[in-house]
Structure formats: C-alpha cells, structure tokens
C-alpha cells in the first residue's frame, strides 16, 4: 500500500518558517521524483516545487523561488520543504506527490503517480 504523509503545517505569522516533511512508504522511493503543490480554498491545485530522484536537480514556481527550498533524504523516504518569509498569500493545503522516473522538473499535476492527504498552512498577517 503506497502512503504518503504530510506533516509540519500549521498557523504562522507572516515573515515566519515552516518545514514540511512527507513520509513515503510502499514505493522504490528512489526512483521517483518528488513535487510539492498547493491549493487555496476555491482555487486550483498549484506547483510548488520538485526534486529529482537523486536530489540534484529542482524546480520551483516563481512565487516561492529565493524562499521555498525542496529536498529530500532517500534513506528516510522522505521529502521536505522549508518554507521561508511566509506571507498571506502562501496560505493553502500542501500536498506532496509522486512521480516514478520523472527528472524533478514537472510542474503538471498529471505527471504525479501518488498524492498525500494533505497539511494545512495557515499565515497570519
């Protein structure tokens, strides 16, 4: 059974940190690429960003590029995003997911395999 746990999120001022991780099990996790998204309420689901198998090479959205950094520790199967000079906007559900062979460059939410459930973040302003 493929499982994917977000956890970290939570309520936190604007100018604030928060460090998501998300726990894989069930999948050869070094062989997929990782890619975090987010949506707000009534919007669509967005690119955040996304690493590669081996963790050198990323992508990010504009939005969060210079403060969100993506990476990953494949002997835990898990993979992080430090989310730095949080604002307002930046409040949504984060979801990481799972794309098998893919280069960590994918934006397109298609091209993920498998899909957490979900943490919330919230940014106070």
């Known amino acids: 059974q493929v499982q994917l746990v977000e956890s970290g999120g939570g309520l936190v001022q604007a100018g604030g940190s928060l460090r998501l991780s998300c726990a894989v099990s069930g999948i050869t996790f070094n062989i997929y690429a990782m890619g975090w998204f987010r949506q707000a309420p009534g919007k669509e689901r967005l690119f955040v960003a996304a690493i590669s198998w081996s963790g050198d090479s990323t992508n990010y959205a504009d939005s969060v590029k210079g403060r969100f950094t993506i990476s990953r520790d494949n002997a835990k199967n898990t993979v992080y995003l430090q989310m730095n000079s949080l604002n307002p906007e930046d409040t949504a559900v984060y979801y990481c997911?799972?794309?098998?062979?893919?280069?960590?460059?994918?934006?397109?939410?298609?091209?993920?395999?498998?899909w957490g459930q979900g943490t919330q973040v919230t940014v106070s302003s």
């Open positions: 997911a799972a794309d098998k062979y893919g280069i960590g460059r994918s934006s397109a939410t298609v091209a993920y395999e498998y």
